[in-house]
């Protein structure tokens, strides 16, 4: 063979030498002179694939005969018609078992059995019609077998659609906590002895990426290719599951690899059970590495394997991402990285990502363009499709001077805001964050008539933040199966810690309600939704707001959990007369008001603004200004819908009044 060849090339050579020397074989055994004496078996050029094959898989000499003269036919069209003369039937220009057992040295009768190479790996297939015996049946090789000795070793085409993408985004460069969870999960590899069962590896934690990244790590520390599937593209029958488990342990001899299998989903007690035993049976064949990335640690079907090893895998350190910020940013913006690392809780491809998004790179020098507001709105929106999904996002139109309350209570409001925006700070850089385990987030109760600011309030605390703020729609999130509203939760809570996002609860004693009395199973799996909210507030690492009419209503553990609780009174004369006085935009064309006098009527901030639309709107169909005339028709309406007593006196000017006094 040429010296100067490619292995590819080399390839061709041999198998090319191995086809003539098969034709040379049939050509003698149908009868017809032997062109070159190529006949006898030592002189049969070794195809480097089918070396390896062999040797992989376990063949026999015999067995890698039949399986070449299996390939020899999807490759050389003459071999069909040699295979028929061979045999002395022109109807079976096939390979068969018969044909082989006369044509090659030492023929087995085992080499067909099940439990054989050839059929157990799916190298060949038996095409039995009717009564034809099974050494008689047409042989067929396996098209990706074909592809392997042709020198194309690629993942066959009856798994390989199902397989998803690994990141391969930091790779090289794990952060500390996650390399010393992948330098323990390597040392637990390396512990089993090369030939036996490979560990399972069991990897939890709400963070897909992270786990793929740190799986991906390990893999490749052992020389081995990561691919991902989903449990649900799993066969559930067994029968193809069977044939699905056979052939990646095939494609693991021919390459590789290692199973990532992405559970990520499927949580204990859910309508899940057929998922877990496919899970569990997958783990039964297996014996190659293994990953199962689940959010909680749980029992991996029934059965599972002795070599497991469950690792919890979270997402970078709060400092580890403020060091991957600054390496992008720069150390002249370290408070900006701070305050993102503090804010938002990102892996490092989604930091990669948000700084590409900005128009960061390499070559660029963040110096040179106020980087701050699109970094800022990168990480915002990057939430925004998981968040919009499960909440109604407002879009705050208000701020500070737009909100009216008693000096306490806007003392609280600031004092939220100021533990946002100083967490990184107290927790991380002051120590707190090591003596506490829980409580790392910000929780506070809203608590007032209908009207009187709570919504507004949370809107002036996001627009402060800077940061979105998501209704949480409780007609979505309660279901009446037992598990789905615990479901629906943590999706929320899941996607507001990834993205930073407010999550605001409004009419919150509907969903944070008392535990009541068991007395039947609807009263203890209420109670088991009220615990999980219990436990989830409390390690929630964002803020979280609950509003209510009905404070009362609320379960007394979720007080001992609140950070803050703000009451919401209903307003006085003066904070009435502030409120009108802010009611109108300045384009808002009017005439005559008087704050003081309309301050008289009994109503609360969110009446007032209705007042003032609708005044406004019956400006504008008249053509004039707002006049005080317009604002009281307006208010004798509002009155009259919320079931409100009205007073005469209050619609009198104040010398009118005296005069009638």
Not at 135 to 146: F, G, K, N, P, Q
């Amino acid at each position: 063979m040429n010296a100067g060849a490619t292995p590819l090339q080399s390839n061709e050579l041999a198998l090319g030498a191995a086809l003539a020397w098969l034709r040379d074989r049939l050509q003698r055994l149908a009868g017809h002179p032997e062109p070159s004496g190529q006949g006898d078996a030592d002189d049969l050029v070794p195809v480097p694939t089918l070396v390896v094959l062999q040797q992989r898989l376990g063949l026999s000499n015999f067995e890698r005969n039949v399986l070449l003269l299996c390939v020899a036919a999807a490759l050389d069209t003459r071999i069909g018609a040699l295979c028929a003369q061979a045999l002395g039937e022109s109807s079976r220009p096939s390979p068969s078992f018969a044909l082989a057992m006369v044509l090659f040295d030492d023929p087995a009768w085992e080499a067909l059995s099940p439990d054989r190479p050839l059929r157990y790996w799916h190298l060949i297939d038996v095409h039995a019609s009717g009564a034809t015996p099974l050494t008689m049946s047409a042989l067929r090789a396996d098209d990706r077998i074909v592809d392997y000795i042709k020198g194309l070793n690629r993942l066959d085409e009856r798994i390989a659609p199902a397989l998803l993408s690994i990141p391969t985004d930091g790779l090289q460069s794990l952060p500390p906590s996650q390399q010393s969870a992948a330098d323990t999960l390597l040392a637990f590899v390396r512990r089993f002895a090369e030939g036996g069962p490979a560990p399972t590896l069991q990897l939890t934690g709400i963070d897909s990426t992270s786990k793929q990244l740190v799986a991906a790590h390990v893999a490749a520390s052992v020389g081995l290719r990561l691919e991902r599937i989903g449990l649900a593209a799993l066969p559930t029958q067994s029968v193809d599951l069977d044939d699905w488990c056979r052939i990646w342990r095939r494609e693991c001899l021919l390459m590789p690899l290692a199973l990532y299998i992405d559970a990520h989903d499927v949580a204990p007690g859910e309508s899940s059970e057929a998922s877990a035993a496919v899970l569990g049976r997958v783990l039964d064949r297996l014996r190659e590495l293994a990953f199962v990335a689940t959010r909680d640690a749980h029992a991996l079907g029934a059965g599972g394997r002795e070599s497991l090893l469950v690792m919890a895998i979270d997402r970078p350190t709060a400092t580890e991402q403020t060091q991957a910020w600054i390496d992008l940013l720069g150390e002249e913006r370290e408070p900006l990285a701070s305050r993102l690392a503090s804010q938002f809780n990102f892996n490092l491809p989604q930091i990669a990502s948000m700084a590409r998004s900005a128009g960061l790179s390499d070559e660029s020098d963040p110096r040179d363009a106020d980087v701050d507001t699109v970094l800022w709105t990168a990480c915002r929106q990057s939430a925004h499709s998981k968040m919009d999904l499960l909440s109604q996002r407002i879009q705050p139109k208000v701020d500070w001077d737009d909100i009216v309350l008693p000096e306490d209570a806007m003392s609280l409001l600031h004092q939220i805001v100021a533990q946002v925006a100083l967490r990184r700070k107290v927790y991380g850089d002051w120590g707190f964050e090591r003596k506490m385990s829980r409580g790392l987030g910000l929780s506070a109760l809203f608590h007032g008539e209908s009207g009187t600011g709570k919504t507004m309030a949370a809107e002036v605390i996001s627009n402060a933040l800077a940061l979105d703020l998501y209704r949480i729609d409780l007609s979505a999130v309660i279901s009446k199966y037992i598990g789905e509203t615990e479901k629906n939760l943590q999706r929320i809570f899941d996607a507001a810690e990834d993205g930073g996002g407010i999550l605001f609860f409004d009419e919150a004693d509907a969903l944070f309600g008392k535990r009541s009395e068991v007395r039947d199973s609807h009263d203890r799996y209420a109670n088991i939704e009220t615990n999980y909210l219990l436990q989830r507030i409390e390690a929630f690492r964002g803020l979280a707001i609950l509003a209510t009419n009905l404070k009362g209503s609320l379960d007394s553990a979720f007080m001992r959990r609140l950070r803050f609780v703000v009451p919401f009174t209903y307003p006085g004369p003066r904070e009435r007369a502030l409120m009108w006085r802010r009611a109108f935009p300045a384009d808002t064309p009017t005439e005559g008001l008087d704050a003081e006098q309309l301050a008289r009527l009994d109503c609360t901030g969110g009446s007032i603004h209705s007042i003032a639309l609708n005044a406004a709107f019956l400006a504008a169909h008249r053509g004039t200004s707002v006049t005080m005339e317009l604002v009281h028709q307006a208010a004798r309406s509002e009155l009259l819908k919320l079931g409100r007593p009205i007073n005469e006196a209050d619609f009198r000017p104040a010398a009118t009044q005296g005069a009638h006094a």
